[in-house]
């Protein structure tokens, strides 16, 4: 009990060390380098567990015990050479590495962020079966037989026939006593998911500004997946003209060409009429730019397409401006001309790394 009641006190010292360098970990990309299957590895401040140590000795003297003679040193190999240069002043920095799950990270985003729980909005309840192991019964194949209830009923039989000696605790079943695990067939609900992630790879974006894209799809993947049992993933790239590719390939990819923003909404809007029924799927479509646009003319046809056809077929559809210093940033003044009032558009400026705390709160803080 006690060594449960000290891991558990643990995980609450390590959950509120995570959610005060929240920030910090979101701009951080060695962290999405440290994800494996469903967990990520967040380095934290080493955590010193409070021990007991032998105090001054009364006297000046004290009593060792092993090998040696009085003089010599303690604690430091013979054969280890001095290392050249000055000592330096200050205590080396001590990080610890632990493994934190994909759910767990989305609880405490979720309570940092202050994130309500996502409702689905008219979107078809899915069902799902799953099997469930719900009592025992006295037959089933062997590959289910519960040793521990046939011993439970064997010791019930011989208690009760006075047939158990305490002197000699030997539980015998009889095949009377055999107990097996039992399991339905259950049907859940389950909704479904999926993004597709939009983002301008012409000239003016540069590594930095991908990167902080690459960041804020992370966590935003780690927040939906704990909403959504299935969760998909597109990915489409544009400059003048629009592609799908994967998930590498978006992250990776830098065109010289100009921005038509309205071909990677035309290529989303083919997506979803070919692959996703909104009355089956929960649909967000985000898109991230520096918010250069070919002409006024394009941008024109980009507000018609979001009005006209994926605003009506998407739960939300998310757009965020990440600085360049080749960017005007005119698409988002655009988006806020026409779509300030409307609940379904969500927008935000992403200044730099640190800006991606904020924006996801942005993004996230309505609920979708």
Known sequence: MRIEQDHSRFKQIVRGRIK????????????????????????????????????????????????????????????????????????????????????????????????????????????????????????????????????????????????????????????????????????????????????????SMGDEQKEIVRLESFWLDTWLRSQYKGLTSRYIIHDATAREVDRHTFFHTRESGGTMISSAYRLCLDIILADYNPQEWNIYPFHFSDGDNWSVDDTVQCMRLLRDELLPRSNMFAYGQVDSPYGSGQFLKDLQENFRANPKVALSEIRNRDGIYDSLRDFLGRGL
């Open 20 to 203: 005060r360098d929240l920030r910090k970990y979101m701009s951080n990309s060695d962290l999405v380098g440290r994800q494996g299957g469903q967990t990520v590895k967040i380095p934290i401040p080493r955590i010193d567990i409070p021990r007991f140590r032998l105090g001054t000795a009364q006297g000046g003297s004290g009593v060792g015990q092993g090998q040696g003679n009085v003089g010599d040193s303690l604690g430091k190999d013979p054969s280890q050479q001095p290392g050249a240069g000055e000592a330096g002043g200050d205590e080396g920095a001590k990080e610890l590495e632990l493994e934190v799950s994909l759910d767990e990270l989305a609880e405490i985003m979720a309570e940092e962020l202050q994130l309500p729980r996502i409702e689905p909005r008219g979107a078809k309840q899915m069902s799902t079966t799953s099997t469930r192991y719900s009592g025992v019964r006295p037959v089933g194949p062997e590959s289910l037989k519960s040793f521990k209830r046939t011993y439970r009923e064997a010791l019930k039989r011989m208690v009760a026939a006075g047939e158990y000696d305490p002197a000699n605790p030997a539980v015998v079943p009889r095949r009377e006593d055999r107990r097996y695990r039992s399991w339905s067939v259950v049907e859940q609900p389950a909704t479904q998911a999926v993004i597709v992630y939009m983002m301008d790879v012409s000239g």
